[in-house]
């Protein structure tokens, strides 16, 4: 705890470059998520690359929760209930992830169809501020300056 308090209190132009930072990150992010939901063949893969992230972190939770069972394989009566939660939720992870894999083959099984690669019609501003207005509201972005990018024809 001494040590925070030997740390100098930021200037004020440290913490305006901090906020910039933080800004221009954030408009990225809008700027990616407003390109990528926008475009069926996008938003499929980006969602397919989350079932995978997810279901990474389900099998590292399964191991754990294994883990503990084998612990608890023969417990006192008083903790049954206990032992039994953890068996249920070990069973819904389970499911929860054959789900997500079967979820992610779909999408990745429509990417390689040019049939649903489609694009939104509205101009990019349009779901740039969809995402702004859900995940930084207040965030000012920057105007787009390609009109042929933007779908503003």
């Known amino acids: 705890?001494?040590?925070?308090?030997?740390?100098?209190?930021?200037?004020?132009?440290?913490?305006q470059t901090e906020q910039r930072l933080r800004d221009d990150h954030n408009?990225?992010?809008?700027?990616?998520?407003?390109?990528?939901?926008?475009?069926?063949h996008s938003v499929a893969?980006?969602?397919?690359?989350?079932?995978?992230?997810?279901?990474?972190?389900?099998d590292f939770d399964l191991i754990c929760g294994k883990l503990a069972l084998d612990f608890w394989v023969d417990p006192p009566?008083?903790?049954?209930?206990?032992?039994?939660?953890?068996?249920?939720?070990e069973a819904e992870r389970?499911?929860?992830m054959a789900a997500l894999g079967q979820l992610r083959e779909?999408?990745?099984?429509?990417?390689?169809?040019?049939?649903v690669h489609q694009h939104l019609s509205l101009p990019t501003a349009h779901y740039q501020e969809?995402?702004?207005d859900r995940l930084f509201p207040g965030l000012k972005l920057?105007?787009?300056q390609n009109p042929a990018v933007s779908g503003e024809h």
């Open 130 to 132: 969809l995402v702004r």
């Open 77 to 89: 009566e008083a903790a049954r209930p206990v032992v039994d939660v953890l068996r249920a939720l």
């Open 27 to 40: 408009r990225a992010v809008v700027e990616s998520m407003a390109s990528q939901f926008s475009c069926s």
């Open 142 to 144: 920057r105007p787009v």
């Open 106 to 115: 779909r999408l990745l099984e429509l990417i390689k169809s040019e049939a």
């Open 45 to 58: 893969h980006n969602f397919a690359d989350q079932c995978e992230d997810r279901i990474r972190d389900l």
């Open 1 to 15: 705890m001494a040590r925070n308090q030997n740390k100098p209190p930021k200037t004020f132009q440290q913490r």
């Open 94 to 96: 389970q499911r929860h």
